[in-house]
C-alpha cells in the first residue's frame, strides 16, 4: 500500500496575532495568509503531518483563512516596504474554507511536504517568463517590468518609483523624507559659488538641478540616453550646468580624461555606486579600478567623493509587526539572495585600492516623526552617506 504524502506548517514561517486572526508569514518567499486561530492551530497539533485529504477533514468548517500577500512592487517604490505583507487592504481578500484553504495554504507554501519544496523556489529564474521560481531580486524587477507593466523602457523602473513622470517632482517614499533633506542639509542649503562638482550617475538631473541652484558649476554624467534627455528638457537653460551622455565606463574614463586634473571639487554619487559595483547585467566591469583612478587624478587636492548608497544591511529589510516594533530583518550583509547592494567591504575596498581614504560615514535620518516609517527607518538605516578624500602616497 502506497505511503500517503504528509504536509506540515513550512518551518520556515513565523505566526504572528492580529487581532483576532493569526498571519503565517514566510519572510523568504514574502508570503502571507491570514487564518483563524482555529485553523493555527490545526496547523500546530499535526506538526508531524497529514495527508492532503485529512487536512481538508480536519479544517473543513472549522477553519477560514485569506491571502495577504502582495505582487511584488518595483514600481511602487524600491525602498518601501519589501515584506510583500498587504498591510492595508481596501476590498476585502476573499475568504478560503476546507478544500480551498489547503490549496491556498499549499499555494502559499505554508503547507509543504519537504523543505526542498521551498529550495527549489528561490533558485534563480530560467528566464523572464519563470513564475515557478522566486529568482533574484533584479529577475524580479525585470518581470515586473516584462509582464505586469508592459514597460519597454527598463529606465523607467528608475524614474518612476522615484519621481513625478516629468521627473520635476521627487515623489518616493524614504527619498523625500530621508534622502532629500540629508542631501539638502549638507549640501544645497548653502552657497556653493565656485564649487566644481561631477555628479556621476546623475540620472534625470534632479539633484544636479540643486547643486547648480546652489551656485556650483556642475558636470552631471549618466549612461542613460533617455534619463539624459528628460535632464535636458528640464535644465538646459541653467548655466553651468552641463550633462554627459557616457554610456560604459569606459566612456567615462575617456571623458574624464578631457577634463584638466584636479578640476572637480566634489564627485557626487547617490544610489549609483551600487550600480558601479553590481551592474544590473550582472557582470563586474574589469575596468571600474581604471575610474576610480580618473577620479582621484580630476579631484582637486582637497576635494573630497561623497556617495549616498542604500544601506547593505537594512535596504532589503523584510519588516513584520508593527513599524516601530519590527521583528523580522532580511538582511543582504553576507548571504546576497537579491545581490542587489554591495556590503561595506564591497564598496570601501577599490576606492581604497585607488587610493581614497574614508573621512565620514554616517546614517541619513527619517525626518517626518508623523510618517510611518519613521521608527523603522531610525532604527535600520536604509541609507549610508560615505565621504572619501585622496590620500597622500
Ligand atoms: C538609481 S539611479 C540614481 C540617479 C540619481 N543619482 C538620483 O539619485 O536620482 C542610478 C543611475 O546610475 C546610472 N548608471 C548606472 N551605471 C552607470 C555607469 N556605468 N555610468 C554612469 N551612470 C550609470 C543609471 O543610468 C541611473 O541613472
Known amino acids: 500500500?502506497?505511503?500517503p504524502q504528509l504536509?506540515?506548517?513550512?518551518?520556515?514561517?513565523?505566526?504572528?496575532?492580529?487581532?483576532?486572526?493569526?498571519?503565517?508569514?514566510?519572510?523568504?518567499?514574502?508570503?502571507?495568509?491570514?487564518?483563524?486561530t482555529k485553523t493555527a492551530n490545526m496547523l500546530l497539533q499535526h506538526i508531524g503531518g497529514l495527508s492532503l485529504f485529512d487536512w481538508g477533514k480536519q479544517l473543513n468548517g472549522c477553519g477560514v483563512g485569506s491571502d495577504r500577500s502582495q505582487r511584488f512592487m518595483g514600481m511602487r517604490g524600491l525602498v518601501t516596504d519589501h515584506s510583500g505583507f498587504q498591510e492595508n487592504i481596501d476590498i476585502e481578500p476573499t475568504k478560503a474554507v476546507g478544500d480551498e484553504l489547503v490549496k491556498l495554504l499549499r499555494d502559499r507554501l505554508i503547507l509543504v511536504e519537504n523543505s526542498a519544496e521551498t529550495q527549489s523556489l528561490v533558485a534563480p529564474m530560467a528566464n523572464l517568463l519563470d513564475q515557478e521560481r522566486l529568482g533574484s531580486f533584479h529577475q524580479r524587477?525585470?518581470?515586473?517590468?516584462?509582464?505586469?507593466?508592459?514597460?519597454?523602457?527598463?529606465?523607467?523602473?528608475?524614474?518612476?518609483?522615484?519621481?513625478?513622470e516629468d521627473g520635476l517632482t521627487l515623489i518616493g517614499e524614504n527619498y523625500r523624507q530621508i534622502q532629500e533633506p540629508f542631501f539638502d542639509r549638507n549640501f544645497t542649503h548653502k552657497d556653493l559659488s565656485g564649487l566644481r562638482v561631477l555628479d556621476f550617475g546623475c540620472g534625470n538631473g534632479y539633484f544636479s538641478a540643486k547643486f547648480s541652484d546652489a551656485g556650483a558649476s556642475v558636470i552631471a554624467l549618466d549612461s542613460s540616453k533617455e534619463l539624459l534627455s528628460l535632464a535636458r528638457v528640464n535644465y538646459s537653460s541653467r548655466s553651468g550646468l552641463v550633462f554627459i551622455l557616457a554610456e560604459t565606463i569606459s566612456d567615462s574614463i575617456q571623458y574624464l580624461s578631457s577634463l584638466i586634473a584636479k578640476s572637480i571639487d566634489l564627485i557626487y554619487l547617490q544610489d549609483t555606486l551600487l550600480l558601479l559595483l553590481n551592474p544590473e547585467n550582472g557582470i563586474?566591469?574589469?575596468?571600474?579600478?581604471?575610474?576610480?583612478?580618473?577620479?582621484r587624478r580630476v579631484?582637486?587636492?582637497?576635494?573630497?567623493?561623497a556617495a549616498m548608497e542604500p544601506?547593505?544591511?537594512?535596504?532589503?529589510?523584510?519588516?513584520?509587526?508593527?513599524?516601530?516594533?519590527?521583528?523580522?530583518?532580511?538582511?543582504?550583509?553576507?548571504?546576497?539572495i537579491f545581490n542587489v547592494v554591495p556590503n561595506l567591504g564591497d564598496m570601501l575596498k577599490p576606492l581604497a585600492e585607488a587610493g581614497f581614504g574614508l573621512v565620514k560615514y554616517c546614517h541619513p535620518e527619517h525626518t517626518d516623526p508623523s510618517h510611518a516609517d519613521y521608527a523603522y527607518a531610525?532604527?535600520?538605516?536604509?541609507?549610508?552617506?560615505?565621504?572619501?578624500?585622496a590620500i597622500n602616497r
Not at 7 to 36: A, G, Q, T, Y
Request: with cysteine; proline share 4%; hydrophobic share 45%.
Open 141 to 164: 524587477v525585470g518581470q515586473y517590468v516584462l509582464l505586469d507593466l508592459r514597460e519597454r523602457e527598463p529606465w523607467r523602473a528608475w524614474q518612476n518609483q522615484k519621481f513625478s
Open 311 to 336: 544601506n547593505a544591511v537594512f535596504w532589503l529589510a523584510g519588516r513584520y509587526g508593527k513599524h516601530e516594533a519590527p521583528y523580522a530583518v532580511i538582511t543582504e550583509y553576507r548571504n546576497h
Open 1 to 3: 500500500m502506497d505511503v
Open 299 to 305: 579631484l582637486a587636492s582637497d576635494g573630497e567623493i
Open 7 to 36: 504536509f506540515s506548517l513550512n518551518k520556515e514561517c513565523f505566526l504572528r496575532i492580529i487581532e483576532i486572526s493569526i498571519i503565517i508569514s514566510n519572510p523568504r518567499l514574502r508570503l502571507h495568509v491570514e487564518v483563524d
Open 378 to 389: 531610525n532604527e535600520f538605516p536604509i541609507w549610508d552617506f560615505f565621504k572619501f578624500k
Open 284 to 295: 563586474p566591469s574589469t575596468i571600474l579600478s581604471g575610474l576610480f583612478q580618473a577620479f
